[in-house]
């Protein structure tokens, strides 16, 4: 099981907006798919996914504030 986390997206921002989610649990995924979009002060990014795989768990709604680094979805590769 791989996880997705929200990674640094502008220099010095600790918190983004997720703003909108481009799959829902039991996707399948090919890497570079993209994810999720989420917003900073700074930019406007998609997450891609980084494997290819089947969404398991979707962990934030969209809406939610947070941080670099937190765990929003988990893949399966099997």
Do not use: C, F, R
């Amino acid at each position: 099981m791989k996880k997705v986390t929200i990674p640094e997206v502008g220099m010095g921002d600790e918190e983004v907006d997720l703003i909108k989610w481009k799959v829902k649990e039991g996707d399948t995924v090919k890497k570079g798919d993209p994810l999720v979009q989420i917003e900073s002060e700074k930019v406007n990014v998609d997450i891609e996914a980084e494997y290819d795989g089947v969404i398991t768990k979707i962990l934030h709604q969209d809406g939610a504030v947070l941080t670099v680094g937190t765990v929003i979805a988990e893949i399966d590769e099997s």
